[in-house]
Each structure stands twice: as structure tokens, then as C-alpha cells.
């Protein structure tokens, strides 16, 4: 079932993370107002210098007004990204996919741009996998223990 916004409409390139990549995803601001939540892990499946895609048993509201910010280490990098959620869609009933178009300044897409272009070229070289918080076994499963 397609949630919203199902255009395909990106203007970067994106990088498919098989395996995915763990992440940390917290709302960190709804309408301007600053929040202090707490995190859940989800799933990194794609990524580019403009947003990325990502997998979770959380329903999340596509608003332009709620930013999430999602933690992560690649490529013996932490990184920090800023976004909000611009499409949604149920992959079963209790798996959900979204698609976040990035938020922060230009000097921040230019760093996700750098470690991303590394990861890519390292993924064409090297089948092993580089450093980084990425998962080992089933996705689904994954993501409904973390869901319990």
C-alpha cells in the first residue's frame, strides 16, 4: 500500500546499502519546537546527499514539520543527518518504508556526499563489508524485535 508521495523525483545519486545500515532515529523537532525523545533503531536502505530510505515498525506522519535525526557509523565515520519524511509506504503489516529529503546546510550534504561516494567505490572494489553499524541477518525479523 503506497502511503504518500510516491514520485520518484531525486536530483542526487543514492547508494544501495545491502546490507542495510543501522541507525538511530529520534524526532528532534515538530512545528519549530525543539524535543527531547528518545531513539529507535531502524533501517538504512539507501542513501544519497540528498535524503535517504529507510525501514522501521514505527508509523511516522509525512509533515514538513517534523525533522529526524538519524545517527550512524560508516566507514569508521559517525555521522549525523537531518531530514523529513516526504513518502511512506507499507511494505506489510507492520514493516514500513519511508523516504526523507534532507534538511541541513550545505556543508553537511557535501560530507554525507564524501563518505557515500567512499562507501560506494569501496562497495565495486571489496565484497567484504567496510565498518560501519550494518546488519547481519533478516531484516524483517530485525525490525520486529525491535518493535516487541
Not at 512545528?31 to 514505527?58: H, N, W
Not at 538519524?70 to 565515520?77: A, G, I, K, L, R
Amino acid at each position: 500500500m503506497v502511503v504518500a508521495g510516491t514520485d520518484q523525483k531525486r536530483q542526487h545519486f543514492r547508494v544501495q546499502l545491502h546490507p542495510p545500515l543501522c541507525s538511530d532515529m529520534t524526532i528532534v523537532m515538530v512545528k519549530g519546537k525543539t524535543l527531547e525523545v528518545g531513539s529507535a533503531e531502524v533501517l538504512i536502505v539507501d542513501i544519497g546527499p540528498g535524503g535517504l530510505r529507510f525501514q522501521t515498525c514505527l508509523r511516522l506522519p509525512v509533515h514538513p514539520e517534523i525533522v529526524l535525526q538519524f545517527e550512524t557509523d560508516v566507514m569508521s565515520q559517525s555521522i549525523q543527518m537531518y531530514g523529513n519524511v516526504v513518502r511512506c509506504h507499507q511494505l506489510d503489516e507492520s514493516v514500513f518504508e519511508y523516504g526523507v529529503q534532507f534538511t541541513m546546510d550545505e556543508e553537511r550534504h557535501a560530507e554525507i556526499a564524501r563518505v557515500f561516494n567512499r562507501l560506494a567505490i569501496r562497495q565495486k572494489k571489496a565484497p567484504h563489508l567496510p565498518s560501519g553499524r550494518f546488519l547481519i541477518g533478516d531484516p524483517v525479523a530485525y525490525l520486529r524485535s525491535k518493535e516487541a
